[in-house]
């Protein structure tokens, strides 16, 4: 599974219902600019600045309402300038239905 997920063209990441990050593929390290080790245990906030971990918090709650995947268009802005991200988020649950994390 990992050399899928590090395989993938797309930045994948998969944060617990706490808001910590527990999984980042390699492109989203590149694009956070810190290794998986640095990021996993780190909430939105610690990454990135007050607006747009605001915005990003904001999006997994309403996805963990609605109880169902949703996307969404995301400005971020980067060392190499503002970047455009079409953000896909879902629902990880267990067996029981009971929502373990955010991906």
Not at 37 to 58: H, M, N, P, Q
């Amino acid at each position: 599974m990992k050399a899928l997920i590090d395989n993938s063209p797309s930045a994948i990441s998969l944060k617990d219902i706490n808001g910590r990050y527990r999984l980042v593929d390699r492109v989203f390290e590149t694009l956070i600019g810190g290794g998986s080790e640095s990021i996993k245990g780190k909430r939105s906030y610690d990454l990135f600045g007050e607006a747009f971990a605001d915005t990003g918090v904001a999006h997994d709650r309403t996805v963990a309402e609605a109880g169902r995947s949703l996307e969404r268009e995301e400005k971020l802005v980067t060392e190499d300038g503002v970047r455009t991200l079409l953000t896909v988020k879902f629902l990880v649950r267990e067996n029981g239905g009971a929502i373990t994390a955010i991906g």
